[in-house]
């Protein structure tokens, strides 16, 4: 008995620092693998587009949303954010003149990510451009503008560019040809610190959800449906079938609150996007939120497969003017 006592009394801290290795080797092989940087190029021209979207608006009215006579002075501005240190180039320039110069930057900049020309600096600046947007009109500051937040952090860190962009093209064929089966480390943790983030935002916003009764009573849908300030489509036609807007309303609560675990296995990863895409577009065809909702697509893209992006292209491409980073020239399925 002493013996086999001894036996796994000496075995355990063994056991345990395996178990310990092999926790620090996964931790290791999830943020440093290289990837393949193709998804994120897909997020960069998605994103891009949804920032030039934004630029433009801006431009539009852009002594309303950042001069001193604007919706909110810059007294109150500071106010408001009520941190010392939130900055923006907007304060700097406040002339009529150079509030449009920079609202032009910016807008030159989300241009520029999109083609991916020049991309880091391009990334950058429109992630500073976003930024100084929001500090300056936190009133206008919604999902949108956070969503937007969350995937150019991920852009600026990984090499977005190197697929799909006017830099590959310049870079010339011999280097194209050697960046398409080149994986990156970099490429891996920026698409990681997506998909981090954006299973923390759906966790709490499932969790912010239970605080209010009309979640547990399977009824919040509804609320939003009969809201005649967000309506784009009259859906009141739902209120005959209570029951359905019961199963909508429970049906993405628990979608929310199940994300952050269900999103990451083969076996549930599909069904989880899918459902993202299905509300995402909801809301925006529904509550007229049509840029969060594709905001919250892009960033669900970082999920998705390289080969599932190349299988899209040969889908609308020659196969043959579509080189190949897999020697038997098949992508990899859906994992």
């Known amino acids: 008995m002493k013996t086999t006592q001894h036996a796994h009394g000496s075995n355990s801290p063994a056991a345990d620092r395996g178990w310990l290795a092999e926790w620090a080797?996964?931790?290791d092989a999830f943020w440093f693998t290289p990837a393949d940087p193709?998804?994120?190029?897909?997020?960069?021209?998605?994103?891009?587009?949804?920032?030039?979207?934004?630029?433009?608006?801006?431009?539009?009215?852009?002594?309303?949303?950042?001069?001193?006579?604007?919706?909110?002075?810059?007294?109150?501005?500071w106010r408001m954010n009520d941190q010392p240190w939130q900055w923006s180039w907007y304060f700097a320039g406040s002339s009529p003149t150079m509030i449009r110069v920079l609202a032009g930057v910016s807008l030159a900049a989300a241009l520029a990510l999109t083609i991916g020309l020049a991309t880091p600096l391009a990334a950058l600046v429109s992630f500073a451009g976003l930024v100084s947007a929001a500090n300056?009109?936190?009133?206008?500051?919604?999902?949108?503008?956070?969503?937007?937040?969350?995937?150019?952090?991920?852009?600026?860190?990984?090499?977005?560019?190197?697929r799909w962009s006017v830099d590959r093209l310049l870079a010339g064929p011999e280097q194209g040809r050697a960046g398409e089966s080149a994986a990156s480390v970099r490429a891996n943790i920026a698409l990681r610190l997506i998909q981090v983030h954006l299973c923390v935002v759906y966790f709490f916003s499932g969790a912010g959800k239970l605080l209010g009764a009309s979640w547990w009573e399977g009824t919040a849908l509804w609320g939003a449906i009969a809201n005649d300030q967000y309506r784009t489509f009259d859906?009141?036609?739902?209120?005959?079938?209570?029951?359905?807007?019961?199963?909508?309303t429970l049906s993405t609560l628990l979608w929310e609150l199940a994300y952050p675990a269900l999103v990451w296995p083969r076996l549930t990863r599909r069904l989880f996007l899918a459902m993202a895409v299905?509300?995402?577009?909801?809301?925006?065809?529904?509550?007229g939120m049509m840029e969060f909702g594709l905001a919250m697509i892009t960033a669900n893209m970082a999920f998705v497969p390289a080969g599932?992006?190349?299988?899209?292209?040969?889908?609308?491409?020659?196969?043959?003017?579509?080189?190949?980073?897999?020697?038997?020239?098949?992508?990899?399925?859906f994992s």
């Open 25 to 27: 080797a996964a931790w």
């Open 38 to 77: 193709l998804p994120l190029a897909a997020i960069r021209i998605a994103t891009g587009l949804i920032l030039t979207w934004s630029c433009v608006v801006w431009l539009l009215d852009v002594d309303a949303f950042f001069g001193d006579r604007g919706w909110m002075a810059p007294t109150q501005v």
């Open 136 to 162: 300056r009109a936190p009133l206008n500051v919604f999902g949108l503008d956070d969503t937007l937040g969350l995937l150019l952090i991920g852009l600026v860190i990984g090499p977005s560019g190197c």
């Open 235 to 248: 859906l009141r036609g739902l209120a005959r079938h209570p029951f359905a807007i019961n199963v909508l």
């Open 278 to 287: 299905a509300v995402h577009l909801g809301i925006g065809l529904a509550m």
């Open 308 to 333: 599932v992006f190349r299988q899209l292209v040969r889908s609308f491409v020659p196969r043959d003017s579509v080189p190949s980073s897999h020697p038997s020239g098949t992508p990899p399925s």
